[in-house]
């Protein structure tokens, strides 16, 4: 095989990987908005636990994404293509820590809260996955019209999360004993708000890709 | 022909052609490049970067059947239709190649040639200019103690930075290097690399390199060429990064070449 083609091979290999790894961070934030819900525990600490895979999965496509810049030495969109690999693989990695965080919290609200689970939590929850897919799509195409979409479902986020923040301060005055509890969803609202900002980022870096430039998109 | 000149241009060139006989080599070169940067030309071989480059000290006019046209404006002279004096332009602009070709004579006799042939004939005077020059290229403790040795005992490395001083103890303002690292192993490479980037602080540079981490590594501006034409002239900081034409980018990222 021609040693360029081997490099398109390997350049393509990675984006593969990088997209199994979108898919297991979406398969965390799932289950760990199940778990909060149906106060499952055990379904919590086995998130936490699948949670070393995804660090594994990161790992390995830093190692390849490096050994593929010692030895090929890229330039110009190729250097991007595998900078942004390195940006992205962070992005998700840490999305699929978010994921475990809410995965602690409903750990910490344990099976007897007695509790109403916010409903919009699961509203941030299909934003976040919308914006996972559309980020995909985006990144998988290199399309950015695509990934500018990205803003303005990430706005549609951070007022989703306001509103969840407010009424979620208004029950602790009506319900000042189970502070402990609703800060506990609080932290998860945050966690997920947290996870559509490294979406985001993985938007940036694919505007970084096509046009060779920084920005900003939230 | 009037040309637009920059203040900090060593040379400006504005539709320089060339021919080898019917063959058209340089096809309406038109860029600067500027006094005390490093400018790397690269392109595929047969692109014409070695043609140009012997262009600027008017070298190629020694192959029989060449024609040019166009200017190539240097010190408010266009080389290309004045009668230029060629002892003076190749005095201030010297000429490095592929692999060092120092003259069959002591490393001393080798340096002191062309201030000799300028009518530099004092023994003192010379001495001076000697090891100015070999401390400029870092050579002098290595050679100090054997100056009348053959300038052959010399490792490929060495030769290739004697050639350097020879070219810069005529004093002049420009060197141009043809793939001067081609020949060397990558400890030579290194040290050849450095001493450009220290001499451009009082030399302009003109680089044709084969090696395109070495043009990202040490030049300002690079010049891409291709079939006789200059394809981008940019900073080296943006041609290597996000390069204007489709053309650069498909060969500096290998697609071609």
């Not at chain 2, 050849?192 to 980037?197: A, K, N, P, R, Y």
Request: net charge negative; aromatic share 6%; charged share 25%.
């Amino acid at each position: 095989m021609a040693v360029r083609e081997q490099f398109h091979n390997d350049l393509q290999r990675i984006k593969q990987a990088i997209i199994k790894l979108a898919s297991a961070t979406e398969e965390a934030l799932c289950m760990s908005v199940d778990a909060l819900f149906n106060q499952d525990v055990i379904l919590a600490n086995r998130i936490i636990s699948q949670d070393k895979d995804i660090d594994k999965q990161e790992f390995s496509i830093n190692d390849r994404v490096i050994l593929l810049i010692a030895k090929q030495q890229p330039v110009a969109e190729d250097l991007r293509r595998l900078i942004i690999a390195l940006r992205i693989t962070n992005d998700l990695e840490r999305m699929g820590d978010n994921a475990k965080n809410i995965a602690k919290a409903a750990i910490h609200l344990g099976e007897d809260h007695r509790l109403t689970i916010h409903e919009k939590i699961k509203n941030m929850r299909d934003i976040a996955l919308e914006m996972l897919h559309t980020a995909m799509n985006a990144f998988e195409f290199e399309d950015i019209s695509i990934a500018g979409k990205l803003s303005e479902m990430d706005d549609k986020m951070d007022e989703t999360y306001e509103q969840v923040i407010k009424e979620m301060l208004e029950e602790t005055t009506t319900n000042p004993e189970k502070t402990q509890y609703i800060m506990q969803m609080a932290f998860s609202a945050r966690y997920m708000e947290r996870f559509a900002d490294h979406i985001t980022n993985i938007g940036e870096s694919i505007l970084f890709l096509v046009k060779g430039e920084s920005y900003k998109l939230n | 022909m009037t040309l637009v000149v920059q203040k900090k241009a060593a040379f400006a060139m504005e539709e320089l052609n060339l021919w080898y006989e019917r063959f058209h080599a340089l096809k309406d070169i038109s860029f600067q490049i500027n006094k005390n940067e490093v400018t790397a030309i690269i392109g595929p071989s047969g692109c014409g970067k070695s043609t140009f480059i012997k262009t600027l000290n008017l070298m190629a006019l020694r192959i029989p059947g060449v024609k040019m046209t166009g200017g190539i404006l240097f010190e408010n002279q266009n080389l290309v239709t004045d009668k230029t004096d060629l002892v003076h332009l190749r005095k201030k602009v010297g000429m490095i190649f592929q692999k060092g070709n120092p003259f069959p004579q002591s490393i001393y006799d080798n340096v002191a040639y062309g201030p000799r042939i300028h009518g530099i004939k004092k023994r003192c005077q010379l001495d001076e200019i000697v090891e100015e020059a070999l401390k400029r290229v870092a050579l002098w403790q290595e050679v100090k103690d054997r100056l009348k040795r053959n300038a052959f005992d010399l490792s490929g490395g060495q030769q290739q930075r004697l050639c350097i001083a020879r070219a810069i103890a005529t004093k002049p303002t420009c060197l141009l290097l043809d793939e001067p690292t081609s020949a060397l192993d990558p400890v030579s490479t290194k040290s050849i690399e450095e001493l450009v980037t220290e001499l451009k602080e009082n030399y302009t540079i003109v680089m044709v390199t084969h090696n395109m981490q070495q043009a990202a590594r040490i030049s300002d501006k690079t010049a891409f060429f291709l079939n006789g034409e200059v394809v981008e002239v940019n900073t080296t900081n943006k041609l290597f990064s996000n390069p204007e034409q489709k053309e650069t980018e498909d060969y500096i990222t290998g697609r071609f070449g």
